[in-house]
């Protein structure tokens, strides 16, 4: 990755962020217009034109589904950004992106509808309609921008790139660049080889940006001297110039250049970068620990009631666990033991089945008949969707671990405690307790690093099977 210093390069961020509002407004506008224009197409079949025939179009109310847009904007935002149109400005996408980004969000804010109980009123022809229209408006959107840049962007054939750096780091990135190599400068006098030409000492980059043609210069190795004169030689000619960001050579953190009112960072994070889809998941989790609790609203009285009736104790059982970061919250779940059940954990240490610092254990005495139904078919797991709903857990996400527990972490494996904790994981649907505790924590890792909303929905739909079989369960 390069950290790019000019605000009119097409990869940089404010760009970017330029063109997903212009998308933004232009398919907010496109959603109001095809509203309106429905609603008068409606009010003129219904002139008399036949006797006695019913309209054909029904009636919508334009102040409700112009609500909406709140919903279909930021879905197309985030496919067209999962499409990744936003990452080379100068090449508008093409129509089968456009197409295949159109067809994934109607399908996201379809259930997105269903979750919000908004279908009973929603103009299904119109939403098709909209995501039909979407692709043509974001290409205007995409050529408005292009005319409103102060700088048109270049075709990457006449992008004309100046290379700072050593023969080895400048050959290694050559495959990546699509633009014009114009030479190299090396930083050192006796660097000499490689396939490019060598342009002379980096004393002479001042005059070479006179009288060359170069639309941007690359240091491709991190030197804080040859950066200083780089900068001074670059930015006051208005010529944009790059480094190499990941000059620690990271193999899990990622760097990436943000903005903090008016101070740059350059940060180093293992977490993704995608504010558009954490925004969406979080949506997401809302929406759908809603809809949880209403469909499991009888599943959990039910439970409440067996849980009372059997011993006469509280029905719900909070926890103090470790979220993201090392927070703590209060977890909440139906109480599935005897009263002071954790007062007598010591005595049944020996009955440990689990490695690590984790307890488990298949016939663990403290384990009510009613709660070992509820564990068994996870429904004691359901309170948490209150958790969901505060922000302090996630539908998917690792398990929130035990304060004791965090710990006996090892070093690597406190990694899992960078993302907000969840209900299912991977570990969830791969074993749960037949699994040894680093495989465990290796599989949350390894959701960590592949994360994506897809993958989410994916196990999600994995735990429905997993908890009606009791699969792993203890």
């Excluded at 929603?122 to 939403?127: A, D, E, Q, Y």
């Excluded at 240091?219 to 010529?239: F, N």
């Excluded at 949880?292 to 926890?319: E, H, N, Y």
């Excluded at 977890?331 to 440990?352: P, T, V």
């Amino acid at each position: 990755m390069y950290i790019e210093y000019d605000t009119m390069n097409h990869t940089d961020p404010s760009n970017r962020a330029r063109a997903m509002a212009l998308d933004g407004a232009a398919l907010t506008g496109l959603w109001l217009v095809m509203t309106a224009a429905r609603s008068v197409l409606r009010d003129l079949w219904t002139l008399d034109l036949i006797p006695g025939a019913d309209p054909i179009l029904e009636e919508v109310s334009f102040a409700l589904h112009a609500w909406m847009a709140l919903v279909l904007t930021p879905a197309w935002l985030w496919t067209l950004a999962r499409m990744r149109t936003y990452d080379d400005l100068h090449k508008p996408p093409s129509g089968g992106t456009l197409l295949r980004a159109s067809a994934l969000a109607l399908l996201l804010s379809l259930g997105l509808f269903f979750a919000l109980h908004t279908t009973d009123f929603l103009s299904r022809s119109l939403v098709f309609s909209f995501a039909i229209a979407s692709a043509p408006c974001i290409s205007m959107s995409r050529a408005l921008l292009r005319r409103m840049s102060a700088r048109a962007l270049p075709d990457s054939d006449e992008w004309q790139v100046l290379l700072i750096g050593s023969a080895d780091s400048t050959v290694s990135i050559l495959s990546d660049l699509r633009a014009k190599i114009v030479g190299r400068i090396p930083l050192h006098p006796d660097d000499n080889g490689g396939p490019l030409p060598v342009l002379g000492p980096l004393t002479h980059l001042e005059q070479l940006l006179l009288d060359n043609t170069i639309d941007q210069v690359l240091l491709t190795e991190w030197d804080h001297d040859a950066l200083q004169q780089v900068a001074r030689c670059c930015e006051e000619p208005g010529v944009p110039f790059s480094v190499a960001a990941n000059f620690l050579n990271l193999t899990l953190a990622q760097p990436r250049l943000e903005r903090h009112s008016s101070t740059d960072l350059l940060t180093f994070s293992t977490l993704p970068s995608a504010p558009i889809a954490l925004a969406t998941k979080r949506i997401l989790d809302i929406a759908g620990a809603v809809l949880l609790l209403l469909l499991s609203a009888p599943i959990m009285l039910l439970a409440a009631a067996a849980i009372r009736l059997t011993d006469g104790g509280p029905v719900l059982f909070s926890q103090e666990r470790v979220g993201r970061f090392g927070r703590r919250f209060t977890m909440l779940k139906f109480r599935s033991m005897i009263l002071d059940a954790e007062k007598g954990r010591a005595d049944i240490a020996h009955l440990n089945e689990m490695d690590g610092p984790v307890f488990k254990a298949t016939r663990d005495p403290r384990i009510t008949r009613v709660g070992r139904w509820l564990r068994r078919l996870s429904i004691d797991e359901l309170p948490q969707l209150v958790n969901v709903l505060r922000g302090e857990m996630s539908l998917v996400g690792p398990r929130p671990p035990l304060p004791d527990e965090v710990t006996s972490y090892q070093r690597w494996q406190r990694r899992r405690l960078s993302v907000r904790p969840g209900l299912t994981c991977i570990w969830q649907v791969s074993g749960r307790n037949q699994l040894d505790f680093d495989t465990w924590i290796r599989l949350d890792l390894e959701y960590i690093d592949n994360w994506s909303l897809l993958l989410d929905i994916k196990l999600l739909l994995q735990t429905v099977p997993a908890v009606l079989t009791g699969y792993g369960a203890r």
